[in-house]
């Protein structure tokens, strides 16, 4: 059985966690907002395929606002 | 190019068995780039040391995973495999395919690479040894366009990998193929987007036979076994018996749970089911004889891996049967997984496998916390390998305490 939509509430807190910072890592948004890493992921897929957030891929994947980091070249 | 002697590696073309220096020989005719490895390699041998580094940022656009970095350390000395990436790409299940995609694959890597490829690596997927950083984005594009995707690599879902099933073995219990092609586009996500503690495999074997060794190379190793009774050809055994095949030594003593009875006056073979474990032994002995039973499905084995944090693990079972019949079937296995994954992602350390996490934490927790029961065909011997404990809300309503009190 697929995830279901991601939590609203979810998706505001990533973003406003992800306008304090430069780039983070998912679980630790989960840490910081207080969710579980699973409801961080489902609402970072919904929140980049609404090209608000982006895949930062740096040996690991980080996360943050779309266009706030530059992608190495 | 001038040519270096490479004595060393020289030796490794003698004998009747295939060559890979002879391979990247050949290869060194039209690539400069085999050459150099060539040499870099001949100098490990001779200085007893690696000239590779691993790693670094490189990747096509979208995608976390798929390619590998790989630099030499003296790129003066070297310049042709200065930059020498590995790039990982899906293979078609089963590993079949037609001349036409083959030289559509080898086309592409000789217009943009060094020529020379693994076909396959340990996960399954085709690799492609060596190419510059500015080709990588040219090379999956048109890889993208002939309809190949980007395998796993990182801390992610690396390729799924299938035994070759139903495609040619008779001994599949289920559709290894479908079964892969199905589960991996379901998964593509945690395929190509590395964000676990670790890299986590799933290998799909449709016998015990188990051809591509999940139960030892794979977090997650499903294979193929029948839930009812072994059939047994009563005519064919009695063919085994005019050929002097001698069936009690070959086949009933070494059955590993003596399931298997031979009467020799009357020729006959029988079971006892509830004994069996489907180890395969005696339908490998005697195929025309005896078959697995009609109810067939996959058991659900889980943390195998090699040495890391912890030694190697062989993977134990979670789910004893599962049908994989259908499309429909597959969801269950799916749900599980993302549940296993979830568990794993909320407690595994870095660079942690499954197998390491269940054996830090406890089987108990793990099952508690998937949701899983636990049953029987969990424990290895009974009494002897408790991974399961009972929980005192089990002992509370079970009126019993451990030392048999009344609670």
């Known amino acids: ?73 | 190019m001038t040519e270096k002697k490479t004595p060393l590696l020289d030796e490794l073309e003698k004998g009747k068995w295939p060559s890979f220096v002879t391979e990247i020989k050949r290869a060194a005719v039209k690539s400069e780039a085999a050459g150099e490895l060539l040499q870099v390699l001949e100098r490990s041998y001779n200085e007893r040391r690696g000239h590779w580094k691993h790693g670094g940022i490189v990747g096509v656009r979208g995608y976390g995973g798929g390619v590998i970095g790989r630099y030499v350390d003296e790129p003066q000395t070297y310049p042709n495999v200065a930059e020498f990436h590995t790039i990982r790409l899906l293979q078609p299940s089963g590993w079949f395919y037609n001349t036409k995609a083959l030289r559509t694959i080898c086309d592409i890597w000789e217009k943009h690479g060094s020529g020379l490829t693994n076909m396959h690596g340990s996960t399954g997927d085709i690799i492609l040894l060596g190419c510059k950083t500015e080709h990588i984005q040219p090379i999956f594009d048109e890889f993208s366009e002939a309809g190949f995707d980007l395998g796993g690599s990182g801390s992610c879902l690396r390729t799924p990998n299938c035994c070759v099933g139903p495609g040619r073995c008779e001994h599949a219990c289920y559709d290894t193929l479908e079964a892969c092609y199905n589960i991996t586009n379901e998964f593509m996500d945690e395929l190509h987007r590395p964000m676990w503690p670790y890299k986590s495999k799933i290998k799909f074997s449709g016998c015990a036979n188990d051809c591509t060794s999940s139960i030892a190379r794979s977090d997650c190793s499903v294979i193929g076994t029948w839930r009812d009774t072994l059939r047994i050809d009563q005519d064919a055994v009695k063919e085994y018996v005019a050929k002097k095949f001698d069936i009690q030594e070959m086949v009933c003593d070494k059955c590993p749970t003596r399931c298997l009875t031979f009467n020799a006056s009357t020729q006959e073979l029988s079971v006892v089911g509830e004994d069996c474990t489907r180890c395969m032994h005696c339908i490998n002995m005697m195929p025309k004889a005896i078959r697995a039973g009609k109810e067939k499905g996959a058991t659900i084995l889980i943390g195998g891996k090699s040495t890391i944090v912890q030694s190697a693990f062989m993977s134990w079972v979670i789910v004893p049967f599962m049908k994989m019949e259908t499309e429909d079937d597959f969801e269950p296995f799916k749900d599980l997984m993302r549940r296993i994954w979830e568990w794993w992602d909320e407690n595994g350390k870095s660079r942690e496998r499954i197998g390491e996490t269940i054996y830090r934490l406890g089987m108990t927790k793990f099952l508690q916390g998937i949701d899983v029961p636990p049953v029987p065909q969990m424990v290895f011997r009974p009494r002897a390998n408790p991974y399961v404990f009972w929980n005192q809300d089990d002992l509370d309503r079970s009126g019993t305490a451990l030392d048999g009190s009344k609670l």
């Open chain 1, 1 to 73: 059985m697929a995830r279901g939509p991601a939590d609203p509430e979810v998706k505001a807190k990533v973003l406003e966690y992800l306008g304090k910072v430069q780039k983070a890592k998912s679980r630790d948004v989960a840490v910081a907002i207080g969710a579980t890493k699973s409801d961080v992921d489902n609402a970072v897929k919904e929140l980049t395929a609404e090209d608000l957030v982006e895949y930062l891929y740096i040996t690991t994947t980080f996360i943050c606002l779309k266009g706030k980091v530059q992608t190495p070249s």
